[in-house]
């Protein structure tokens, strides 16, 4: 006897990328070595492994914008929920009203290796990326960027691999002020009839 099938709800169209959240959300750095930015990034996916490739989602009219047309360079900082606040002032104010929103929202510039932009020291790791391309849909574009580089917080970067072992809680957006922290890896196995 089989199980009934689960009731489900219809959802507005509008709301149905929430459905395909709760993506990690990222701290993405601009800068020209004078003058930088960050803001909140939630729309953000790896791309391809080798070389490494992730895109990102900009808003077009945001104040950092700009930035990656001039120096086709961004870098990429990974928070953990401990900085969920930053994280939401870094999405919510611009940086045409706040000049230092690294100092604004309590955050440590750490110098980068390959780019010019600035990545965030607190967050668990950081990724150095050049624009390969941009795809324009509009008020907004896609970016697509290849990783120069990457750093990673020992204790909880393993191989490449996330270990929450050390209190890790990836923080990921589910949207305007809700965000929801991932605290566990579980490894699955295939079912066998």
């Not at 990673?152 to 072992?165: C, E, I, L, S, T």
């Given at each position: 006897?089989?199980?009934?099938?689960?009731?489900?709800?219809?959802?507005?169209?509008?709301?149905?990328?929430?459905?395909?959240?709760p993506?990690?959300?990222?701290?993405?750095?601009v800068?020209?070595?004078?003058?930088?930015n960050?803001?909140?990034?939630?729309?953000n996916?790896?791309?391809?492994?080798?070389?490494?490739?992730?895109?990102l989602?900009?808003?077009k009219?945001?104040?950092?914008?700009?930035?990656?047309e001039?120096?086709?360079?961004?870098?990429?900082?990974?928070?953990?929920?401990?900085?969920a606040?930053a994280?939401?002032?870094?999405?919510?104010?611009?940086?045409?009203?706040?000049?230092?929103?690294?100092?604004?929202?309590?955050?440590?510039?750490?110098?980068?290796?390959?780019?010019k932009?600035?990545?965030?020291?607190?967050?668990?790791?950081?990724l150095?990326?050049?624009?390969?391309?941009?795809?324009?849909?509009?008020?907004?574009?896609?970016?697509?960027?290849?990783?120069?580089?990457?750093?990673?917080?020992?204790?909880?970067?393993?191989?490449g691999?996330?270990?929450?072992?050390?209190?890790?809680?990836?923080?990921?957006?589910?949207?305007?002020?809700?965000?929801?922290?991932?605290?566990?890896?579980?490894?699955?196995?295939?079912?066998?009839?």
């Amino acid at each position: 006897m089989q199980d009934a099938p689960l009731e489900k709800i219809p959802v507005a169209l509008p709301d149905t990328y929430r459905l395909l959240n709760p993506g990690l959300v990222v701290l993405v750095t601009v800068g020209d070595r004078e003058t930088d930015n960050l803001l909140a990034v939630t729309w953000n996916m790896p791309i391809r492994k080798d070389p490494g490739m992730v895109a990102l989602l900009l808003g077009k009219r945001h104040h950092s914008y700009p930035f990656v047309e001039r120096t086709g360079e961004l870098g990429i900082s990974i928070p953990d929920a401990s900085l969920a606040d930053a994280v939401l002032g870094c999405g919510s104010v611009s940086g045409r009203k706040v000049p230092d929103k690294f100092a604004r929202f309590g955050l440590t510039r750490q110098p980068a290796t390959r780019i010019k932009a600035p990545l965030v020291s607190e967050c668990i790791a950081n990724l150095e990326c050049r624009v390969c391309q941009v795809v324009d849909l509009g008020a907004s574009a896609l970016v697509l960027s290849q990783v120069l580089a990457a750093v990673a917080d020992p204790r909880h970067v393993k191989k490449g691999h996330y270990v929450f072992d050390d209190g890790l809680r990836l923080l990921h957006h589910l949207s305007g002020k809700r965000f929801c922290a991932s605290s566990e890896a579980i490894t699955a196995q295939v079912p066998r009839r």
